[in-house]
């Protein structure tokens, strides 16, 4: 079974404070991607990378960034973290899509990181 | 644009009851429908994975169809058991190799 690992539970910081949220999935899935979760609003989608180094917008991207250096590892970063960025975070991965196995891949998540900025 | 909607948004049924959560899209261009489940606090547990090809998949209790061209998905769970009290999600996957999501039906079966 594919495993998406999300380093943190749990995660208290300031604002202003730099935060890395880190992504680990162990079955060379091509792509990855973070979303947000907030009540009301549902999942949203803030970055994608589809390979090492490749990284697309998603949603909503403003305030965030992300870093995939290595295939295995996906990580988002808030340069600054203000309250609005209180959230749970998952990560999720999935085989890259390719013609005539368009279909045959499904999304697997991480258990998530509730994020708290205070 | 593509737009999930699920209904209902909340459902409680007594224990043993055969119950359907509806998922309807509006572009039928998909690629593939993931039903999961997200337990409070939690990530999220895929259950079944319809490719759009296909009409349903089974795992279990749980039984999932699929119809395209009217853009509606329905995911059928027989014998309720309060275990399966959770938020169900339905997400279609496409082209754009974007997953976009439904709102939820929240679960609960009551002992």
């Known amino acids: 079974d594919v495993k998406v690992t999300q380093s943190s539970r749990y995660l208290v910081k300031r604002t202003g404070e730099k935060v890395f949220l880190e992504c680990v999935q162990d079955?060379?899935?091509?792509?990855m991607f973070w979303y947000r979760q907030d009540p009301g609003l549902g999942l949203r989608l803030i970055y994608f990378s589809y390979d090492v180094k490749m990284k697309e917008k998603g949603d909503i991207p403003e305030g965030y960034s992300v870093s995939r250096e290595k295939k295995e590892r996906f990580s988002l970063i808030l340069e600054s973290a203000s309250t609005n960025q209180t959230s749970m975070y998952l990560c999720a991965s999935r085989r890259h899509l390719k013609k005539g196995n368009d279909g045959n891949y499904g999304y697997t998540f991480g258990s998530g990181t509730r994020l708290t900025v205070v | 644009k593509q737009e999930v909607t699920q209904i209902p948004a909340a459902l409680s049924v007594p224990e043993g009851e055969n119950l359907v959560l509806n998922c309807s899209f509006t572009?039928?261009?998909?690629?593939?429908l993931q039903w999961f489940r997200q337990d409070p606090g939690k990530g999220l547990t895929s259950l079944l994975l319809i490719q759009s090809s296909q009409r349903e998949q089974t795992s279990g209790r749980l039984n999932a169809s699929l119809d395209k061209s009217s853009g509606r998905s329905t995911l059928y769970i027989a014998a309720s058991q309060p275990g399966d009290s959770a938020t169900y999600l339905c997400a279609v996957g496409g082209a754009t190799n974007k997953l976009i999501f439904g709102t939820g039906t929240l679960l609960a079966v009551q002992p």
């Open positions: 572009d039928s261009a998909i690629y593939n």
């Open positions: 079955m060379d899935h091509e792509n």
